[in-house]
């Protein structure tokens, strides 16, 4: 009987996970599906390895050129969509810190969450400065600092539809660069904010 008890919750806690899950990504996805960022993000991507791997040096200014008007795409689009998920109840917006994902934590918890609306506030900031270079590095050093801020930007939304564990795996599985490697990456003004939204101390 005991274990037919447990097998219940267990089964009772994986519907609940599983139902709060499929309603982040419904939520996440209702905003995103507005928008190309996603497209745009892979373009780049594959661009910048196409850019760096071009032999041809005026060839590859063409294609630098173009990877250039795709980057300032891709900050309007995420400024204006990181300004439309900002009107979300903050209810809808938190983002458990726990290492896996349990029901009702960012309710029961709420001093271990975080806003996600910040996070994209701090992640449309940093898209902005990458992409206006006004340090003038040069484009490989844009690039990968650009890189780097998407890939943390696209772990925040794994991260708020599932958990922390399975934004990192994705990560790692789908760029072969873990967490720690991409915030240390970033623009250093990134990483403060980031990590001070993390403490709860963001100003």
């Not at 996603?38 to 760096?52: D, H, I, N, S, W």
């Not at 071009?54 to 250039?68: G, H, I, K, T």
């Not at 980057?71 to 983002?95: I, M, N, P, S």
């Not at 910040?118 to 490989?140: C, G, L, M, T, Y």
Request: proline content about 2%; overall charge positive; glycine content about 4%.
């Amino acid at each position: 009987m005991d274990l037919l008890i447990f097998a219940a919750l267990v089964i009772g806690v994986l519907v609940l996970k599983t139902r709060d899950q499929r309603q982040r990504i419904v939520l996440l996805g209702s905003h995103l599906s507005r928008y190309d960022i996603e497209k745009l993000m892979e373009g780049l991507t594959e661009g910048y390895l196409r850019a760096l791997g071009e032999a041809d040096a005026e060839r590859q200014a063409q294609v630098w050129s173009f990877l250039d008007a795709q980057e300032v795409k891709l900050r309007d689009q995420f400024q204006a969509f990181a300004a439309e998920f900002a009107g979300e109840d903050a209810a809808l917006t938190r983002v458990s810190k726990l290492p896996v994902a349990l029901p009702f934590a960012t309710t029961l918890l709420p001093a271990a969450t975080f806003d996600l609306r910040q996070a994209f506030a701090i992640h449309a900031q940093a898209i902005a400065d990458a992409v206006e270079n006004r340090n003038q590095r040069s484009q490989k050093a844009k690039a990968f600092t650009l890189s780097a801020e998407l890939f943390l930007m696209q772990h925040t939304c794994h991260w708020y539809c599932r958990s922390k564990a399975v934004a990192s795996a994705r990560l790692l599985a789908r760029h072969k660069t873990p967490y720690a490697q991409v915030l240390e990456s970033v623009a250093p003004a990134t990483r403060t904010r980031y990590e001070a939204l993390l403490r709860g101390n963001l100003g």
